[in-house]
């Protein structure tokens, strides 16, 4: 063998040395198990759709009947909150409320149906009035009202519950107004010249009072008698008088007030706490402390001790004897049952108790007529 040749062989065979032994035959990759899937599931319904207005007050008719009044209740909040001037709701809600024993609640919600309707439903308007009024949310009953008169502007019950308001809050100028209209409607009622008398007095027109009380005690006298054919509402009895005096009284005349107390012969079986306090308030008024004490006794001996206008005029006796604790305290006693008809009254004992004699009437100086004494000056 030639060199060359052997030395060829040679490195061939330390190649293939190095290069080791053979490598195991390549295989393909296993592929990865196929992803698992879950078991198909029924479809889940929607959910129902949501009640309508009407569907909610449905439900509430069925729960009202039933008597459910919590149930009606939930249903009907439910749809006024989808209209919240929804008037048969809203009347609905009111009945509800009631059932339930929810003054509050029923009055707020006539309020709201009455406002939702613009006045326009009469007796809507009006029971919404009363249950404000009640409730002295004199404003809102105001609010109601005006809205009612709009409507309806011959709504004779609407214009008085206004004025009522309008008297509680010690807005006599307004009532006064008021009552002027209501007299328009009116013009036969002794009762409504009385408060249009009490109002005008309390705002300080004291001559037009005076004439507003002398035609409400002629038109109580006229309706008083057998022959007349007047078709008074309101009343022509005690009540009515005693307002008449207390108009007088406040217009500056304490005597046309016992005079027109006078005008009632109270039968022998009849107790007349009212007209015993609005003498003793016009005795107070001619500083007969004695005399208003005695009307002040009759009264409480009627009704009882707890009367509050009995304690107001005994308040009256105390201010006039320089007592005023002890005016204090009849004031106190007032309170407890205070109503607005005496608001005036209590601010007028207030006065007499601290000294203020701001509102008796006021004396005017005479003028004095001499001649002057000094001789004049000769040119």
Not at 29 to 51: D, I, K, R, V, W
Not at 90 to 106: F, I, P, S, Y
Not at 198 to 208: E, V
Not at 281 to 308: C, I, P
Request: positive net charge.
């Amino acid at each position: 063998m030639k060199p060359t040749l052997r030395l060829l062989l040679a490195l061939s065979t330390t190649a293939l040395t190095a290069c080791g032994p053979d490598p195991e035959p390549t295989t393909a990759a296993t592929p990865p198990p196929p992803a698992t899937t879950a078991a198909p599931t029924a479809t889940t319904p929607p959910p129902p759709a949501e009640p309508t207005a009407e569907q909610r007050k449905e439900a509430a008719r069925a729960a009202l009947a039933a008597k459910d009044y919590g149930k009606a209740r939930t249903e009907l909040d439910a749809a006024l909150a989808k209209n919240p001037n929804d008037v048969d709701a809203l009347k609905m809600l009111n009945e509800a409320a009631v059932g339930q024993n929810d003054a509050a609640g029923a009055t707020d919600a006539l309020f709201r149906a009455a406002k939702a309707d613009n006045g326009k439903d009469e007796l809507l308007a009006l029971g919404a009035a009363k249950g404000l009024y009640d409730a002295r949310r004199y404003d809102d009953a105001i609010a109601v009202t005006q809205l009612a008169t709009k409507a309806n502007d011959k709504s004779a019950p609407a214009w008085m519950y206004m004025g009522m308001s309008q008297t509680a809050k010690e807005d006599y100028a307004g009532a006064a107004e008021t009552y002027g209209k209501l007299a328009g409607l009116l013009p036969d009622e002794p009762h409504v010249h009385a408060d249009l008398a009490l109002n005008q007095a309390a705002a300080g027109k004291t001559d037009d009072a005076k004439k507003t009380a002398k035609a409400a005690l002629d038109k109580w006298t006229e309706a008083r008698s057998p022959k007349s054919k007047v078709d008074v509402k309101f009343g022509k009895g005690a009540e009515e008088i005693a307002r008449i005096a207390r108009a007088y009284r406040r217009a500056g005349d304490p005597k046309g007030a016992e005079a027109a107390l006078a005008k009632y012969p109270a039968p022998k079986d009849e107790t007349t706490p009212l007209l015993d306090v609005e003498r003793g308030l016009a005795r107070v008024a001619n500083k007969d402390g004695k005399g208003a004490q005695a009307a002040a006794t009759k009264a409480k001996a009627a009704v009882g001790e707890h009367f509050a206008p009995a304690h107001l005029v005994e308040a009256g006796v105390a201010a006039l004897a320089k007592k005023p604790d002890e005016a204090k305290a009849h004031l106190g006693m007032y309170d407890k049952g205070a109503t607005p008809d005496f608001a005036w009254e209590k601010k007028w004992i207030e006065g007499l108790a601290a000294g203020d004699a701001s509102k008796a009437p006021e004396k005017k100086p005479i003028a004095d007529t001499k001649k002057p004494t000094t001789p004049a000056p000769k040119k």
